[in-house]
């Protein structure tokens, strides 16, 4: 069947830009991609700043009416109450938030995150309108062990728990071993992992969700390697964190097309 999925380029800021920084970013990426006359409904451009730039991001896409879609970094599994330091996804879905990163490896590693606990943010997502990207993936140790798709798929099945067969969702497949380490995933490894999830999403919630749902890759994106990726059938975008902080080498990965010959 023809792929008919919109790609998605999402910039994961981890704990970098304040909300000074941030509003100064997002005005000069929207400037950059519109000089380059970017085709937003071609490709789709959301950043993920921390929680405390969130508002002044809002008031800037809203004011500015940019294209530029918006989500947070992770949510609380919880509707409201005694939780200190949490934000529920009512708050985000106030904001006007459209995505929010559940289950990214550095919350899994750092918070102890497990995949229940990522079932439960994706329903407390959903439940409020956000569209969760579920971060998947598996560490150089897991990979040795199990193979390629093995710890993925089996977060991934756990993950939709909570998910029905219309609910809207991106999946994210972020190796470990490639977060952050300057050495990308192959093309080819990225496709084998993105197709399992596919498939998993075919056997669990049947064929509508798993055509239209796009799968991301994420680890070590830039612009230099994003064009290798997007030529993959079952690749649908990058999850991108370093190469996010940098406008230009952000728009260049936005801008793949140019590089695919699409
Ligand atoms: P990286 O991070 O692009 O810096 O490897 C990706 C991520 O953690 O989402």
């Known amino acids: 069947m023809v792929n008919t999925r919109t790609a998605l380029i999402a910039g994961n800021w981890k704990m970098n830009l304040d909300h000074l920084q941030a509003i100064a970013f997002v005005q000069k990426l929207a400037w950059a991609l519109d000089d380059a006359k970017h085709d937003y409904a071609a490709v789709e451009v959301a950043v993920f700043p921390p929680f405390t730039d969130l508002r002044s991001v809002q008031t800037l896409i809203s004011a500015d009416k940019l294209k530029v879609a918006f989500g947070a970094q992770d949510v609380s599994a ?58 998947v993936g598996e560490t150089a140790e897991d990979l040795e062990k199990h193979g390629p798709s093995a710890v993925p798929v089996a977060q991934l099945e756990v993950a939709l728990g909570q998910v029905s067969a219309d609910s809207e969702i991106v999946v994210a497949y972020e190796p470990v071993w490639a977060i952050g380490s300057g ?73 793949f097309p140019q590089h695919v010959g699409l």
């Open 183 to 255: 050495q990308a995933a192959t093309p080819e490894q990225a496709e084998q992992v993105c197709a399992a999830l596919r498939s998993t999403l075919r056997e669990k919630l049947g064929d509508a969700i798993a055509d239209r749902t796009r799968i991301l890759y994420g680890g070590s994106v830039k612009s230099s390697n994003i064009a290798g990726f997007m030529r993959e059938p079952n690749v649908d975008g990058a999850l991108v964190g370093g190469a996010s902080l940098d406008v230009n080498e952000f728009a260049g990965i936005a801008r």
């Open 78 to 135: 919880q509707e409201s109450g005694a939780y200190t330091g949490e934000i529920s996804a009512a708050f985000l879905a106030k904001l006007d938030a459209q995505y929010v990163i559940i289950g990214h490896s550095e919350r899994r590693t750092l918070h102890n995150e497990t995949d229940e606990v990522v079932a439960a943010k994706t329903a407390a997502a959903l439940k409020h309108k956000l569209v969760p990207v579920i971060c």
